[in-house]
Nanobody
Framework: QLQLVESGGGLVQRGGSLRLSCVAS????????VGWFRQAPGKEREGVSC????????NYLEAVKGRFTVSRDNALNMVYLQMNDLKPEDTAVYYC?????????????????????WGQGTQVTVFS
């Protein structure tokens, strides 16, 4: 059974850092583009970052560029999102997702429709 499970969320003060992790089971993540999405209360889900299969190309939401870094370890079937200089507006449920097409979007964004496997989400709350 194909499954993604996120961890690492929590409560952090403005300016702090968190590292989210996502482990895949039931499939080889090394054949998938991976992404992180978030959904804040009352807002639509948005793509935060997505990463090519070999980890060499990444797309980022403009609001997180320079603060967030996505990475992967295909040998461990893991994806990570390092989040630094967190702001209250980063508060959301963060989701890990996998795109079976294997192709990272050339648009610079992470189109949600491309991702067909999703985790259950982990809550990130940033307070002032």
């Amino acid at each position: 059974q194909l499954q993604l499970v996120e961890s690492g969320g929590g409560l952090v003060q403005r300016g702090g850092s968190l590292r989210l992790s996502c482990v895949a089971s039931g499939f080889d993540l090394g054949f998938y583009v991976v992404g992180w999405f978030r959904q804040a209360p009352g807002k639509e889900r948005e793509g935060v970052s997505c990463l090519s299969i070999n980890g060499r190309r990444a797309n980022y939401l403009e609001a997180v560029k320079g603060r967030f870094t996505v990475s992967r370890d295909n040998a461990l079937n893991m994806v990570y999102l390092q989040m630094n200089d967190l702001k209250p507006e980063d508060t959301a449920v963060y989701y890990c997702a996998a795109d079976g097409s294997g192709y990272l979007s050339e648009s610079g964004t992470c189109p949600e429709a491309n991702f067909d496997s999703w985790g259950q989400g982990t809550q990130v709350t940033v307070f002032s």
